[in-house]
Structures are given as structure tokens and as C-alpha cells.
């Protein structure tokens, strides 16, 4: 269906890929996974004919129907819901088309490339029915909507539904998605999934959700730069391809010994042969010749002879170690794999502990509108445990429930419409936002964190540990991307030393290896953690207790005591 060959890809000079080759065939779901900044967005802008590459070609079979989701696209701001679904081809149209489509294969009935024009459009006539198009709207809450509703007054998980049931009524032959799952809720991408399970189409999926490439995708593809080669293909899915990955590194380590170790025995028996003939020149030349005393000339002759042969010797098995150190055969050291080799270095230093009361709400209500609250009649509170674990509660639920009106009512950003909120004595709260307003996009990351630490090379080298080196740390925080902006919200919140953390959607734009580590930060830090997330592998491991948002109730659910 689909085929790169020996794509390369150069940006000023700087190779971002080099020599990417792989088939996606019918039926075919792989995931594409590496380092931000590896080129994965651009290889699938490659892919889908929107850019070209530096070298090397794609090859498309005939009439192949490809499905594009970028990432963070942007809808078109003069436009409503309903405009945008009524640009898609009607049914009457698509079968006007199929019904060309029939007569010419027809006349052609071997034409496979016909064949497959005529399936396409059969499944796209097909979606494009008012009932299955109701469905798919409905699967994705997009009917409940307005649809005079301006596109540019979406939520970002509106925005995403509506770029996915576009994207799916088209009825692709191949979905090429970038990051699908940002801004979807769990019941949105367990929805999702099923579809997915059921379409028939190819797929090539970017995603930093490991439980959505664990559940979707049948083989991995990892673009790593660091690597001799820019591509790898792996079997199964994404657990799968860390186990081999694992494997491979864990083989490689124990060749790269082996291979030391002969080095070292070839050296030490290059060592002994050179003391050898060393010897042995110097017993010749120990050797006293006086007058007619050819016998003694001749030993001395001998030795000589001896000597040199066994430095030529010595000389020779030399030229051979190093031919196979710069030979083929030889294993180079074994680098670490993209997830722990690109990570954040968290360490969350909090000042003190936020004592057994952390925060609390009483007979609260939550939202904009005194006559129609988001969440009435809220009682919670937050203690933190007098021994074992801290706790840690993860806050879920379905878009537009009230998660993120509920943390910041929590946090004191928004008043309470009735009821009392508490907070700790020995708190010391910290809130990270989903929209990313708590940081001044006029500053600097190097002026944000001078609030908070002293001097400007502790904020350098603070800043390192977030990976925002050199001229990032000089940018406005407002021209920073998404991802580091939210690893600039995780150093401030070090910087601030709390022990009581609010996290709205933290793990949103931070790749799998920042999750990763991000989650091991957490398992570290000693506060209490509340933290509005989607990311059902994260909620998994971090998570002792769940407070579900829903229909205007909050049901708290314990997983597990330590």
C-alpha cells in the first residue's frame, strides 16, 4: 500500500534522518516511537505528500485514500460544527462516483488498482450514511453540540473529536496519526479504540500514550539518531518492542564484553611477546666477542636472529588487533536507548510536610454560575497519611465534568459559588495548569526561575536538569512549544519547594521518557499529589485512589492500600 525508500531528511544542514525504509501493508497498525525532535511529525508529513523529503521517494498504491491527523492542528476560526461536517462528500455524490467506478471495472474486471477505487468508495458511501454518521458523532459527544457552535470555541478535546470523526468518515485506506490521544478523555479513547480495532484500514500511529500503543498497534518503528541505523522495526506491541529493545542492549553489553576481554588478552600477549624479544636482544648484546672467536660470534648471531623474529612476531599480532578493532566485526559500546538517555532529572526538594489536614472542602459548590454549578454539595478532604506511602490521587473523568474547575477551587484560583474551603496550616501548595497561564509568557525560563533561586548559574544548571539549555533558557516563555513550557511548570514547581502538589493534566506534552521519569519523581516526593490525567498508564502506577467526575457528582474510588 504504502512504501518509504531511503528517506533522508535535512534541515540547515543538520541531518534529522537518514535512509528510512519500510513497507505499511493492508491490515498493518505500527506505532512510531523515538526521541522529540527524531523527525517522527515530519516523516509522517513526508508520508502523507504535505513535505518533501531530502532524498528518497514514498511510493502510494494507485487510488490509496490516506487519512492525515496532524498534531495541535489548528480548525479554521470563520467556521461552525456544522459547516465543517457538511464539507465532507455526501452519500448521494460518493455513490454517483461508485456507481462510475462499477461501469469502468466493468469493462476492466482485472484492474486491481480499479478494485481497490471501488472498496474505497463502497466504505466511504457506506460512512457517509446518516445513521452510521450519527454513530461516529456520537461516539465522539460531538451531537450534543451546537452546531452553529464556532469551530474556534472548542475545548481542545472538541477540537481533537472533531478532527478524528472528520478524519474517519473519510473512510482512509491508511491513517497516518500524530499524537490522536492528546485532550481525550479515557471514555473518548477507550471509544476510540474500539473503532480502530474494527477498521480495517493500515495504520501508522505517533503517540506518547503506552497503554494506546499497547492496545492498537501490531509492530513498533523506533527512530533513534543515536543509532548507526535511523530506523528499527520490532514485532508486537509497545511492551513487546521494550523487552526486545531491552534484550538487544543486554546481548550487545555482553558481546562488547567479550570482545574487551580478547582485546585485553591480545594485548597482554603482544606485551609478553615485545618483554620476550626485548630479552632476547639483550642477551645478545650481553655476549663478549674477543679475538678469533667465531663460536661465541656466531651465538651472538643467533640471538639476534631470534630477537627479531619474535619482535616481528609481536609486530604482527599488533597489525592484526588493530585491523579487527576497525573491522566489521568489531562491537562498539553499547549506547542506552532513547528512553533513559532522553529524560528529566527531577529531584522535588519540598520544605517540610504538609501536616495531617492538607486541604479540605465543605458542603462546596463549584463553577461560574450560582444557578447552575459544575459540582454541588462537595465534601472532601485531603489528609496526608501519619506513616507509609503519601497519597496520591488521580482525578478523572469524562471533557467538560468539571476536573479542572474542581483542582482550581482546590488551588483558591476560582471562589467557591457556596460552602468553605481549608487549607493546611503547613501547606505549601503548588498548582500546575493545563492551559499553562501560571507562567508570564513575556518572561524568560531563566527570569521565571530567578524568582525563586538565587543566582543565574544555579538556574542554568537548574534549567539542564529540564532540558532547556543554551538559547531555549533566553526565549520567551510564549515562544516556547507546548512540551517546554510544561517541563518549564515542573521547575518552577521544584523551585518553589511544596509539599502539596495540584497537576492538571501534567503528562499532556512530555514524551514517554519524561513520563517515565516524571512518574518515578513522584513516586519519590514525599507530599501529597492530586493530579487531573487521562494517561491510563500513568493513573496505573502512580495512582491509590481515584476521585471520578461525573455528572455533577464526584465518587471517590480507593485501588490500593500500602
Known amino acids: 500500500m504504502l512504501t518509504a525508500h531511503r528517506l533522508s531528511k535535512v534541515f540547515d544542514s543538520q541531518v534529522v534522518f537518514q535512509n528510512v525504509t519500510f513497507s505499511l501493508n493492508p491490515g498493518e497498525r505500527l506505532g512510531l516511537v523515538g526521541p522529540n525532535g527524531c523527525g517522527k511529525t515530519t516523516l509522517l508529513r513526508i508520508l502523507a505528500g504535505i513535505e518533501a523529503p531530502s532524498s528518497g521517494h514514498v511510493q502510494r498504491a494507485l487510488h490509496l485514500r490516506l487519512g492525515y491527523l496532524p498534531q495541535g492542528e489548528k480548525p479554521d476560526p470563520v467556521l461552525t460544527l456544522g459547516e ?19 461501469a469502468a471495472l466493468a469493462e476492466a474486471p482485472q484492474d486491481g488498482n480499479l478494485l481497490q477505487r471501488y472498496d474505497s468508495l463502497a466504505r466511504q458511501a457506506a460512512a457517509a450514511d446518516d445513521g452510521r454518521r450519527a454513530r461516529l458523532l456520537g461516539g465522539f459527544g460531538l451531537d450534543r453540540l451546537d452546531p452553529n457552535l464556532p469551530l474556534r470555541l472548542l475545548s481542545g478535546g472538541q477540537q481533537m473529536r472533531l478532527a478524528l470523526a472528520r478524519l474517519l468518515l473519510g473512510e482512509p485506506d491508511i491513517l497516518l496519526l500524530d499524537e490522536p490521544t492528546n485532550h481525550l478523555d479515557i471514555a473518548m479513547l477507550e471509544w476510540l479504540e474500539g473503532w480502530l480495532a474494527a477498521s480495517p484500514c493500515a495504520m501508522l500511529i505517533v503517540s506518547h500514550d503506552r497503554t494506546f500503543l499497547d492496545h492498537n498497534v501490531t509492530g513498533v518503528l523506533e527512530m533513534d539518531p543515536k543509532r548507526e541505523a535511523s530506523l528499527h522495526a520490532y514485532s508486537g506491541n509497545y511492551s513487546a518492542y521494550l523487552a526486545q529493545r531491552q534484550a538487544e542492549i543486554e546481548k550487545q553489553w555482553g558481546a562488547f564484553r567479550d570482545q574487551q576481554q580478547e582485546i585485553q588478552r591480545l594485548q597482554a600477549d603482544i606485551a609478553r611477546t615485545k618483554e620476550q624479544a626485548r630479552y632476547t636482544e639483550r ?44 573491522s566489521d566485526e568489531r562491537v562498539e559500546r553499547p549506547q542506552e536507548s532513547w528512553q533513559a538517555r532522553r529524560s528529566l532529572r527531577l529531584a522535588f526538594e519540598p520544605q517540610g510536610r504538609a501536616g495531617s489536614l492538607a486541604l479540605r472542602l465543605e ?13 454541588a454539595g462537595v465534601n472532601l478532604s485531603v489528609y496526608e497519611p501519619a506513616g507509609g506511602q503519601p497519597l496520591r490521587i488521580a482525578i478523572s473523568g469524562p471533557n467538560g465534568s468539571g476536573k479542572t474547575t474542581l483542582l482550581r477551587s482546590l488551588a483558591g484560583q476560582i471562589p467557591l459559588l457556596a460552602g468553605r474551603r481549608t487549607l493546611g496550616p503547613a501547606a505549601r501548595l503548588g498548582l500546575m495548569s493545563q492551559d499553562q497561564s ?42 516556547l512549544s507546548f512540551g517546554q513550557r ?26 514517554i521518557p519524561s513520563r ?23 493513573i496505573e502506577r502512580f495512582a491509590g485512589e481515584i476521585w471520578w467526575v461525573e455528572n455533577g457528582e464526584i465518587r471517590r474510588e480507593v485501588l490500593r492500600v500500602d
Do not use: W
Open 438 to 479: 501560571n507562567l508570564d509568557g513575556a518572561l524568560s525560563p531563566l527570569e521565571t526561575l530567578l524568582l525563586y533561586l538565587a543566582n543565574e548559574t544555579r538556574v542554568r544548571s537548574f534549567l539542564a536538569q529540564f532540558l532547556l539549555t543554551g538559547d531555549e533558557a533566553l526565549k520567551p516563555n510564549a515562544a
Open 363 to 375: 458542603d462546596a459548590s463549584l463553577g461560574y454560575d450560582p444557578e447552575l454549578p459544575l459540582l
Open 283 to 326: 642477551q645478545a648484546s650481553s655476549i663478549r666477542i674477543g679475538g678469533p672467536d667465531m663460536k661465541r660470534k656466531g651465538f651472538k648471531s643467533y640471538q639476534q636472529g631470534i630477537a627479531k623474529k619474535v619482535a616481528a612476531k609481536a609486530k604482527a599480532r599488533e597489525t592484526r588487533l588493530e585491523r579487527y578493532v576497525e
Open 486 to 511: 510544561a517541563r518549564l511548570e515542573l521547575a518552577r514547581l521544584v523551585a518553589q519547594g511544596c509539599n502539596l502538589l495540584l497537576l492538571d493534566e501534567p503528562v499532556n506534552h512530555l514524551d
Open 84 to 102: 465543517s461536517l457538511r464539507q465532507l462528500p455526501s452519500a448521494e455524490a460518493l455513490y454517483t462516483e461508485l456507481e462510475t467506478c462499477a
Open 516 to 538: 517515565v521519569q516524571f512518574e518515578a519523581a513522584l513516586q519519590a516526593f514525599p507530599g501529597a499529589v492530586l493530579a487531573v490525567v487521562h494517561d491510563r498508564y500513568f
